[in-house]
């Protein structure tokens, strides 16, 4: 029981320090700095690795011990991805999105324009314009669709699982 509970522990301490890391580069600013970028590329790579992994190998995959805990894992693995994409669209500045001048796009504008992005196909009001913009909008709008996957499919599939709550509704 302790080995397990510490493997767990582990991950949720590697899942929230995914988490911080590109929320850390985004608001510090670390946008001119190239080994940020790749650092937070690769903990990022890791996190779609695995969402393509729960996707492809479904049925490889034991049951998790806790619907609570996936749901709120892949709640946080979401907000990485935007803040990931928030910092790559930073990274390119504003000269790659119309709709945005130098002196307002800051590491604000990056999040929004991200989870604008990720929530919906964009209001409109920042587009992109340069080609490696329009590649990064495609390849995030793309991941928001695997997400919203995941996230049906888990709800469904465990829809009419016995819960603590309705457990304790039926006593």
């Known amino acids: 029981y302790g080995k397990w509970y510490g493997?767990?522990?582990?991950?949720?301490?590697?899942?929230i320090a995914n988490l911080l890391l590109p929320l850390c580069a985004l608001c510090c600013d670390w946008h001119e700095s190239t080994f940020a970028l790749i650092i937070c590329s690769y903990f990022t790579a890791g996190t779609i690795s695995y969402m393509i992994n729960l996707v492809v190998l479904k049925p490889e995959y034991a049951e998790p011990g806790s619907y609570l805990r996936s749901i709120i894992c892949l709640f946080i693995?979401?907000?990485?991805i935007v803040a990931y994409f928030g910092f790559v669209y930073l990274c390119m500045g504003a000269e790659a999105f119309d709709g945005i001048n130098n002196k307002t796009f800051d590491s604000l504008h990056a999040f929004y324009y991200s989870f604008v992005v990720s929530g919906t196909l964009g209001f409109g009001d920042i587009t992109p314009v340069s080609t490696t913009a329009i590649w990064v909008t495609i390849i995030q709008s793309f991941l928001t669709f695997l997400f919203i996957y995941l996230v049906l499919t888990n709800f469904l599939a465990n829809i009419n699982k016995a819960t603590y709550y309705r457990d304790s509704q039926k006593e």
């Open 7 to 15: 493997r767990k522990l582990t991950m949720d301490i590697y899942t």
């Open 77 to 80: 693995n979401y907000v990485q």
